[in-house]
């Protein structure tokens, strides 16, 4: 990296090039046209890594940018390497897939790459304009990616439902923000939590309001209870490894900002805001893990699956403690491994125009495919939260984090849930390894070397993070204390 680089560019850094390679992308593909199909995927690829490491290099020059705008600390460097990440490994199965499907063009991963730039500029905005900007930026590039296949009409329904609800979503958040901004004069989040603790702070009710709006908006991009309804018709309706990217990506981001506002602007006034917040992680626990017991189509099952971990983030974020943030950051990291690598797998057997997507496809996949059942089986027991795999001690951090906040009644709730959780994961699991082949797994192809990645590196990440937990959940756990 150059040394000479100011402190603003160098903290702004993964940002700039994200976009700028996007840019370039966009160029190329009036040179090369479809000739150049894997060199995209490959330049995506060289390009997020470059991003994590100027993610990593911007962290050793940590502070304000901007005028404060920005703030590059452990918190913001910890979701912009997961959003990176979560990239890296959306990109991998998209290889395959859009070969599958007679789509390889640079228009792919341009989005990809500014739809990640926007959610990268999230994890370090610290200023409530800057947060909508890359609000806008990430959803605008997702709602294009999810039609991305125009000729499908699921696809374009999938788009269509995902750009009118996620933009009423935005305009709640705005309203809110111009609320907040009316009431204390400043949308820095820095200037907001100093109004809000000081003498003359705004009247309660007003904040009341902005706070439920700013909810309203957050709660969509994180697909929590009752803003949920979107997420099954379009993951089912997106190409598979959009769906993945989806579940996992602009969640991750979706939830730094909900951790930043709510753990700093509003933390002193957290009774106001935690019972709204233990309402929704129970509905979307409850609602997402119940409705998925009725799916047969295994994205929309993962759709509703999506849902109830929200509520599970959501659980430790209204323990409202450091420990509470830790543990909602390690529980996305480790979600992000286990769902896109999920994803993986489907993409790969579902076959040209995604014909198989049902659970009884799957059947037989243990004789067939040996090493492919074999992640996803890591997959799903990590989403169940089987011990020695991440999702065990996400949830079990998260449940910690909520008794010693005094959340008996959620933790029980949520304890509960997982337990009807463990159904629908098992289902897959026994058509794999207890029924004949079906036509699905009989027409499947030998897994290339970059759809081979794309799952053992996911399945290697969740049990790192469930065998050797320590390094990521002690990071965790001092980017966590920098929100104070």
Avoid at 18 to 24: I, R
Avoid at 49 to 75: E, R, T
Avoid at 334 to 358: I, T
Avoid at 450 to 461: F, K
Wanted: proline content about 4%; overall charge neutral.
């Amino acid at each position: 990296m150059p040394a000479n680089l100011g402190p603003d560019t160098i903290r702004f850094l993964p940002e700039t090039i994200l976009a700028v390679m996007g840019t370039l992308l966009m160029v190329l593909t009036g040179l090369l046209g479809g000739h150049g199909s894997k060199l995209y995927g490959n330049l995506s690829l060289a390009t997020l890594a470059a991003g994590i490491a100027a993610a990593i290099y911007a962290n050793a020059h940590a502070g304000a940018a901007f005028g404060g705008m920005l703030m590059v600390d452990g918190f913001a460097t910890f979701f912009r390497v997961l959003v990176m990440t979560v990239g890296i490994l959306t990109v991998l199965p998209s290889y395959g897939f859009l070969a599958r499907q007679g789509a390889e063009t640079a228009e792919y991963h341009v989005l990809l790459l500014f739809s990640i730039a926007g959610q990268c500029l999230m994890a370090a905005a610290n200023d409530l304009i800057i947060v909508f900007i890359g609000l806008e930026i990430s959803s605008i590039s997702s709602y294009v990616l999810a039609g991305f296949f125009r000729d499908d009409k699921r696809a374009n329904e999938a788009s269509l439902k995902y750009f009118l609800l996620g933009s009423f979503a935005t305009a709640f958040f705005l309203y809110g923000v111009a609320l907040i901004y009316g009431a204390t004069g400043t949308v820095n989040l820095t200037a907001v939590r100093a109004a809000l603790m000081g003498t003359d702070a705004p009247s309660p009710v007003f904040i009341g309001v902005a706070l439920a709006l700013m909810f309203v908006g957050l709660g969509f991009k994180i697909s929590a209870a009752p803003f949920q309804i979107w997420a099954p018709d379009v993951y089912q309706g997106a190409p598979t490894p959009v769906a993945a990217f989806l579940s996992a990506g602009p969640k991750a981001a979706a939830f730094a900002i909900f951790l930043r506002i709510f753990m700093t602007s509003f933390e002193s006034i957290g009774s106001m805001w935690e019972p709204l917040v233990w309402f929704s992680a129970l509905l979307s626990m409850t609602i997402g893990n119940f409705a998925a017991l009725l799916q047969s189509n295994v994205k929309r099952m993962l759709a509703y699956s999506s849902i109830a971990h929200a509520g599970y983030v959501l659980v430790a974020l209204t323990a409202r403690s450091q420990v509470g943030t830790a543990a909602a950051m390690f529980y996305l990291a480790a979600y992000a491994f286990m769902n896109v690598g999920a994803f993986s797998v489907v993409a790969y057997l579902s076959g040209k125009g995604e014909r198989y997507q049902n659970i009884e496809d799957f059947a037989g996949l243990g004789q067939k495919q040996p090493l492919t059942s074999a992640m996803l089986s890591i997959f799903l027991l990590s989403l169940i939260g089987v011990p020695l795999t991440g999702g065990f001690f996400g949830k079990f951090y998260i449940f910690k984090a909520a008794l010693e906040s005094h959340l008996v009644w959620l933790t029980v709730l949520g304890l509960l849930n997982s337990a009807v959780a463990a159904y629908y994961y098992l289902r897959i699991l026994v058509m794999m390894y207890m029924h004949e082949p079906s036509e699905a797994v009989d027409k499947t192809e030998r897994l290339s070397p970059s759809l081979r990645a794309a799952l053992v590196l996911p399945a290697i990440g969740t049990l790192v993070l469930g065998i050797f937990p320590g390094w990521v959940l002690n990071f965790a756990g001092k980017s966590a204390s920098l929100l104070k």
